[in-house]
């Protein structure tokens, strides 16, 4: 999940950018010198002339470099795979990554600052077409430029959706060998590999024996809890939501709870880079990572009866084109966009669009692209009463810069407070057919929504509290003063879209259609999402934190209990925008079914080309997407090794 507080990236008057400029400015400077230690990172490599060949007019300069394995993207699985790939020294192993490092990066440190990274060189700014059911407008998709991709600029919510989410991986497999290792049951190990889960007084009832203990990704509940975070999950409970101390077991997920968060306890946010390219690791003489390398295309030896992948080419900001060669194995961990995106440049995709492109075709592979799931979220601002939002970061006034100056404060000396939050503080897990939740009488069964879940215990809708109110990723202007919103997530949509290349030229960004709210039933179990979250706000203890003068006020949302359905499914076409979580664009499934790789994550037809981040998921899970991508890498690691050696 990412999220966009306004008050790190919205418009602002002149006047405004003058103060909180100088806000912003220091805060900079003091996390630059808290973080601005050196470390012997030797594997990173900014010059790539060391570790792959230069292309003058087309041709190699002399024989490209070799690697075992070429590693194409540094997101949140290409570090794990460079990390776990490489505990093998006979085993040489290449990443390649278009962004820079993120290790020193301040925005990517202190939990808050995550969204001032939007708009920025280290964010590629995509935006989908106008989105006809959603506003007739293009929506912006954020995803991160930098080794640790969009774990560095996520909400940091750990959880990992649904243990019967995984048994549907593994049946959308049909019976193909290897099916069964996706199961909740063989898969979730893998869960608690990448986890190091550190428990709280504040939170014992956590049952840490059902918890990693001994990965490299720290998780726990180190960060800060607002004083309306404790009472959303009050009026959740009040309302039939139960208190679940922990939504990541065998157990399953329904239930509210205070997030459990990718921060350690000094109080910084752990991205992939940060948990697996340690000090230790980029000093393994097997290793290197090459970062501003924007992969162009996946290079391919076609002489035999299957197509081989070979290596890869990239180029630097300059214009310089390089090439690298794989001796074994090609892993493409770009993401949900980015992948299918290299994979369709290389020649592997739909075949039609390919020629339509002058792309000679490697493979033909429809799935490719095609199946886009991604998560939507509508975001309710209302005004606080109690004046305990967390908005005075933005440093607008002088008694907001007090209050930044304070935290800043506590966040050097106690490595705690507001600059801790990771927004979405409070999460919440439920059905849209709950009848506990929504009356037969007001939600007669036979007009209920279809059943998309994984099965009888997954849900389909989450909620989620934050200490700060937002609009459009906070591009949109909120009125002066203090907010609180509620956000209601569509887990389980039935709406598909697709990635295509706008030309064969590899720095046209792509062209993402998600088709949001494309299908009736992803809208009904939105309006039914929005009526809970009206319930939620007019139950105490949250009730009292709503300031009544923010009725008068149009641009808030005090008054959608005055709506029928369909002024309110107008709101929510209105208001409905990303969650950040594009997946299954190269989904593991049978070909036959739109499938683009096997169990084994080999990519049809071309065995030592395999993918691996968030586009192989079979289908989208019923919660967060960066657990089960650490968890789908760790995999990928084992699976890997395995095969090299046999090789």
């Not at 400077?29 to 470390?39: A, E, Q, S, T, W």
């Not at 208190?243 to 990541?248: E, R, S």
Request: include cysteine.
């Amino acid at each position: 999940m990412s999220l966009n507080p306004p008050f790190l990236n919205s418009p602002r008057s002149a006047a405004t950018i003058a103060t909180a400029s100088a806000a912003l400015s220091a805060f900079v400077i003091v996390l630059r010198y808290f973080h601005g230690k050196k470390d012997p990172y030797s594997a990173l490599v900014r010059d790539p002339s060391k570790v792959a060949k230069h292309i003058v007019d087309g041709k190699d300069e002399y024989e490209f470099n070799e690697y075992d394995v070429v590693i194409i993207g540094g997101g949140t699985a290409g570090c794990v795979l460079a990390s776990r790939l490489s505990e093998n020294p006979s085993v040489r192993v290449l990443l390649l990554e278009a962004g820079d490092s993120s290790i020193k990066h301040p925005f990517a440190i202190v939990p808050v600052s995550y969204s001032r990274l939007f708009h920025s060189k280290h964010e590629w700014d995509l935006w989908t077409v106008p989105q006809s059911n959603a506003g007739t407008v293009q929506k912006y998709w954020p995803r991160a430029k930098f080794l640790g991709g969009c774990s560095c600029m996520n909400a940091m919510v750990f959880h990992a959706g649904a243990p019967e989410d995984y048994d549907e991986w593994a049946r959308l497999q049909k019976g193909q060998e290897g099916a069964l290792q996706w199961s909740y049951r063989e898969f979730q190990p893998y869960m608690l590999k990448f986890e190091k889960f550190h428990p709280s007084p504040e939170y014992p009832e956590v049952d840490a024996s059902l918890r990693g203990k001994s990965g490299p990704v720290h998780v726990g509940f180190f960060g800060y809890a607002s004083p309306g975070t404790r009472k959303f999950i009050e009026a959740c409970t009040k309302i039939g939501i139960p208190a679940t101390p922990d939504v990541n077991t065998h157990k399953g997920t329904i239930g509210v709870t205070k997030a459990m968060t990718y921060i350690n306890s000094k109080g910084r946010r752990v991205t992939s880079q940060y948990a697996y390219l340690t000090p230790e690791v980029l000093s393994r003489p097997n290793l290197k990572v090459v970062t501003r390398a924007q992969v162009t295309r996946i290079l391919f030896d076609a002489s035999g009866p299957t197509p081989r992948a070979v290596g890869a080419e990239f180029t630097q900001p300059n214009g310089e084109r390089f090439r690298v060669k794989a001796r074994k194995e090609v892993v493409l961990s770009a993401g949900a966009v980015h992948t299918p995106q290299i994979l369709m440049l290389s020649g592997v995709g739909p075949a039609e669009h390919l020629k339509s492109l002058g792309i000679p075709v490697v493979a033909d592979l429809p799935g490719v692209g095609s199946n886009l799931m991604d998560h939507v979220v509508i975001d309710l601002n209302y005004r606080d009463e109690t004046k305990t939002s967390i908005g005075f970061v933005a440093g607008k006034t002088f008694a907001q810069q007090f209050k930044l100056i304070r935290a800043l404060w506590e966040y050097r000396t106690r490595k705690t407070g507001p600059l801790t939050s990771n927004v979405a503080e409070a999460i919440a897990f439920v059905r849209s057919t709950d009848p506990q939740l929504f009356s037969p009488d007001e939600f007669p069964s036979e007009k209920a929504p279809e059943d998309t879940t994984s099965g009888p215990g997954a849900p389909d809708i989450e909620l989620f509290f934050s200490p700060v109110g937002y609009k459009m990723h906070g591009s949109g202007d909120m009125p002066p003063g203090e907010y609180f919103g509620l956000h209601g997530v569509l887990l389980r949509p039935t709406s598909t879209g697709t990635v295509r290349l706008k030309s064969s030229n590899p720095n046209d960004p792509p062209v993402i259609d998600p088709q949001y709210l494309s299908t009736e039933h992803d809208l009904e179990v939105l309006v039914r999402a929005a009526r809970l979250l009206v319930r939620l706000v007019s139950t105490e203890p949250l009730k009292s934190m709503v300031d009544p003068k923010g009725a008068l006020d149009p641009e808030l949302d005090h008054a959608l209990h005055t709506l029928d359905n369909a002024a309110l499914a107008d709101v929510v076409r209105r208001k409905v925008e990303t969650l950040y979580h594009p997946a299954c664009t190269a989904r593991m499934a049978p070909r036959a079914d739109g499938g683009v790789v096997d169990p084994f994550l080999r990519v049809h037809g071309i065995p030592n080309l395999r993918i691996v981040d968030a586009s192989v998921f079979p289908t989208i899970v019923s919660g967060h997407t960066a657990a089960p991508t650490y968890a789908v890498a760790e995999k990928a690691a084992d699976l890997i090794k395995a095969s090299l050696s046999k090789a």
